[in-house]
């Protein structure tokens, strides 16, 4: 960084920095080389805080202030989708003229259908068990309880479904999950589902795939998301996605087309829906061929020609203005 850091004026062209702190690092960087700065915020302490879980902790103060700084100084933002982009206007009053809709991008030759046999006989799953996969960092925003929750209900609803069901859960605590670490077994023990529930370390994107590709359902019951990357991955390897009809989720699915969104966080219609669709392979099969289509279009290509369309849009734009400023008075 300190090499970096003594190039001197006119050796960089434009600063992209992401999230807020290499915001307030980005901002700084901008000023030092007198070049435009573009932003993208990823998650947002305003909307967080919003759409907070029963028990999490809020966003401090400090965050706001951060955010609401580097979003003023920031010559272009990128969000992540519409919803992010009217967030960022009428929660932040970023002005609407400097903010790009780009969506991330997945790798499309990672994140393929693949053989979902052999993926199971990797993970030594049943070629006849039901399984459903959370993939994320463990925590209540994630809300993997919600999953859980949800699993309990199809067993009591439907106790013959207990022999095939396998629940996967992929990642490890973070943030406020931290606090907590044991409380998802805790949960799993109260509500008598522990033998259903498999825990598995973050692991590599081939291995991720290959969860993908085990798994029948992928359940995202967020309470906030940006974008939604893992229900996009999932749609990539061809698995329809459960998910919270909240944020970037809205675009990350199409609901009734690549899975199911659900305007709530009651467990009770997470297992209703996920039931329904145990239940209708021929629907489950409809939904993993529209998954696939997709997620097909949020490859990195159109990610890349939408950045280098802002990166050109905020050089003009500090061109112009340099322009203006060298006009006589």
């Known amino acids: 960084m300190r090499v970096e850091a003594a190039h001197p004026e006119g050796w960089f062209d434009l600063i992209h ?8 690092v980005g901002w700084l960087a901008a000023d030092r080389w007198n070049v435009p700065l573009v932003h993208s915020m990823h998650t947002m302490a305003k909307v967080k805080n919003a759409e907070l879980a029963e028990g999490d ?5 400090m965050r706001v ?19 992010e982009a009217d967030q960022l206007i009428t929660l932040y009053g970023a002005d609407p003229r400097r903010v ?3 969506h991330p991008g997945v790798d499309l030759d990672v994140f393929t259908p693949g053989d979902k046999m052999h993926a ?3 993970f030594g799953l049943r070629q006849d068990q039901v399984v459903l996969l959370f993939v994320g960092r463990i925590q209540p925003l994630k809300a993997p309880d919600i999953l859980i929750k949800a699993v309990a209900h199809l067993v009591q609803a439907d106790p013959a479904l207990r022999d095939r069901l396998v629940i996967t859960i992929c990642g490890g605590p973070s943030g406020s999950g931290l606090d907590q670490p044991t409380a998802l077994t805790d949960l799993a023990n109260e509500l008598g589902v522990t033998d259903l529930i498999r825990f598995e370390p973050p692991g590599d994107r081939q291995t991720l795939a290959d969860w993908y590709r085990a798994a029948d359902i992928a359940v995202v019951p967020s309470y906030s998301e940006s974008f939604g990357l893992v229900a996009v991955e999932a749609q990539a390897c061809a698995t329809p ?14 609901d009734g087309v690549s899975g199911v969104l659900i305007d709530s966080h009651d467990p009770a219609q997470y297992s209703q829906a996920i039931g329904a669709l145990i239940n209708n392979p021929e629907r489950l099969r409809e939904l993993s061929a529209g998954a696939r289509m997709h997620a097909s279009t949020f490859g990195w290509n159109a990610t890349t020609t939408g950045l280098m369309a802002t990166y050109g849009a905020a050089l003009a734009d500090r061109q112009s203005s340099a322009q203006l400023t060298a006009l006589p008075g």
């Open 17 to 24: 920095s992401h999230y807020w702190l290499s915001g307030q």
């Open 57 to 61: 902790t809020p966003e401090p103060t």
């Open 100 to 102: 790009d809709v780009v």
């Open 120 to 122: 199971r006989t990797r």
């Open 241 to 254: 996605v459960v998910a919270s009809s909240v944020g970037g989720l809205r675009t990350a699915v199409a």
């Open 65 to 83: 202030i951060g955010e609401e700084q580097v979003i003023a100084a920031a010559d272009r933002l990128v969000a992540n989708t519409i919803d």
